[in-house]
């Protein structure tokens, strides 16, 4: 009858357990392999996103655009080319945004406060769904004289600019430069007007 041994089967439980432990880690880690591929493919997602979306904002601070036009809801057509000498600013909004409700009035204010030989207002609706009668009464609730122009569903007027929030108001210099995207309501009237000041 072999003698028992208590160290040689405590070495033998040890390697059994080691066994299983290896074992079960390996299963465990096959479960979480698809976890980390996806969680791997966020971060990848994130990265190029962020990537991309400072590129964007490096082009629209550099680029002019000059030559852009816009349609506005009377049938007009605007060319910003035909606004060089004077400072430009453009407000997107849309009817139903419950923050530009704070920001219209200030823009109202603004459009008072410069003669137009100085600055030239343009407002932009993302909504296409915004009607011709409900952004001529916001207007006209406003007293205010600017233009309105409605975004399309591909959204061709407010891409270039990189427009995810409203209400934005970006201001163009007199060479039809880019100089300042204000976004938000903090602020905004103190912000425009001191942007709007320096280029005068």
């Known amino acids: ?68 036009s816009f349609q506005t809801i009377d049938g007009s057509t605007i060319k910003l080319s035909s606004y060089q000498g004077k400072v430009v600013l453009l407000y997107f909004f849309y009817l139903n945004c419950p923050i530009c409700k704070t920001s219209d009035p200030f823009l109202a204010t603004i459009e008072d406060d410069y003669s137009s030989s100085q600055l030239y207002i343009l407002t932009i609706t993302i909504d296409p769904a915004d009607s011709d009668g409900g952004l001529y009464n916001w207007r006209e609730n406003l007293n205010a004289n600017w233009n309105i122009v409605r ?50």
């Open 151 to 200: 975004d399309d569903i591909s959204h061709s007027y407010s891409s270039p600019w990189n427009i995810a929030y409203t209400p934005t108001a970006i201001v163009i210099d007199q060479n039809g430069n880019t100089v300042n995207k204000i976004v938000g309501t903090d602020d905004f009237y103190s912000k425009v007007t001191a942007t709007i000041d320096a280029l005068l």
């Open 1 to 68: 009858m072999p003698k028992h041994n208590p160290k040689e089967a405590r070495d033998v439980k040890k390697r059994n357990n080691s066994r299983i432990a290896k074992k079960e880690g390996k299963a465990l880690s096959k479960k979480l392999t698809p976890i980390y591929i996806i969680i791997g493919v966020i971060f990848i997602a994130i990265a190029i996103g962020i990537t991309f979306d400072y590129a964007g904002r490096n082009v629209e601070e550099n680029l002019n655009y000059p030559g852009i």
